[in-house]
């Protein structure tokens, strides 16, 4: 069994700055690739960023230059530092693990998601 437990998210200003969090645990041999996703209503679930082991990353062109995403590979943990934020950023943020153990090579598993909502 893995978990992966987001944390952050909330209301915030446009022009604002949010960060999320998402800490994987359980059967874990090693954590490969780990990423961001949203999903607005009534649209599809997109990629926000990702990051490799090694800590090279990726960003969709809608957030580049205002997010950040990095990890820390000795607390399985992934981040997402948002800033500049748009009231089209709203949406229900999602991360994500691929992930080696005894049972898969490498298997994505999935937060439970976190309510981002870009306001005033």
């Known amino acids: 069994q893995v978990q992966l437990v987001e944390s952050g998210g909330g209301l915030v200003q446009p022009g604002g700055s949010l960060g999320l969090s998402c800490a994987a645990s359980?059967?874990?041999?090693?954590?490969?690739?780990m990423g961001w996703y949203r999903q607005a209503p009534g649209k599809e679930r997109e990629l926000v960023a990702t990051i490799t082991s090694g800590g090279s990353t990726n960003y969709a062109d809608s957030v580049k230059g205002r997010f950040t995403i990095s990890r820390d590979n000795a607390k399985n943990t992934v981040y997402l530092q948002m800033t500049s934020l748009k009231p089209e950023d709203t949406a229900v943020y999602y991360c994500?693990?691929?992930?080696?153990?005894?049972?898969?090579?490498?298997?994505?598993?999935w937060g439970q998601g976190t309510q981002v909502t870009v306001s005033s």
């Open positions: 994500s693990a691929d992930i080696s153990n005894v049972y898969w090579s490498n298997k994505r598993y």
């Open positions: 359980g059967s874990i041999s090693r954590v490969n690739a």
